[in-house]
């Protein structure tokens, strides 16, 4: 994991100068256990929150839930549990132990370097008067725009969510619950 944090710190850099201005000094407005969770790190926090088991257990998996403990901090576009049902028979594949490596994937694809909040994502769209993109985990971008009162995330394989809770702000990051899976394109697909 080492030698992870210079790669991490450049992109933590890279992706979000055009965010910056705008999360200096903010505070997020979440629901009422906000308070609770800002002394959890990330890892905790997922494990905690309704309708993110499905992730949570993903992310221990994987082997990324250890990260999320530790000092470093970032934001995670967490698939609910209803976007995971979505795939079906998909995502009992995706966390079988030989698809190990494509699970890895598909959830780096879903963490961002960093704290980016709804209201810096907002800001940042109304900034540029338009999409924001910003690098992923995965080497991907994810692509944010407004929705009507929504924020739509796309992912550079076409995929699509929105984000549907409240964002949950731990001592380490930020949770963004999303309604759907968004990931770099995979070289193969889930079978």
């Not at 949570?56 to 530790?70: H, I, M, P, R, T």
Request: hydrophobic residues 45%; negative net charge.
């Amino acid at each position: 994991m080492k030698t992870m944090k210079p790669v991490v710190a450049a992109l933590a850099l890279a992706a979000l100068v055009p965010l910056g201005a705008c999360s200096q000094g903010e505070t997020t407005t979440t629901a009422s256990g906000e308070a609770e969770n800002a002394n959890k790190t990330l890892a905790a926090a997922i494990g905690g929150a309704p309708g993110l088991t499905t992730v949570s257990g993903a992310l221990s998996e994987a082997g990324l839930a250890d990260v999320f403990d530790g000092p470093g901090s970032y934001t995670v576009l967490a698939p609910d549990d209803d976007a995971f049902g979505k795939l079906g028979d998909k995502a009992a594949t995706l966390t079988d132990e030989q698809h190990r490596a494509q699970l890895v994937a598909v959830l780096r694809g879903h963490i961002l370097p960093g704290n980016v909040t709804p209201d810096a994502i907002k800001k940042a769209i109304a900034a540029k008067k338009g999409p924001v993109t910003m690098t992923t985990l995965a080497d991907g971008t994810v692509t944010f725009s407004e929705s009507g009162n929504d924020i739509a995330v796309a992912g550079s394989d076409g995929s699509k969510a929105i984000i549907d809770g409240a964002a949950i702000t731990a001592s380490n990051g930020v949770v963004l619950p999303i309604d759907g899976l968004i990931k770099k394109a995979d070289p193969a697909p889930v079978t």
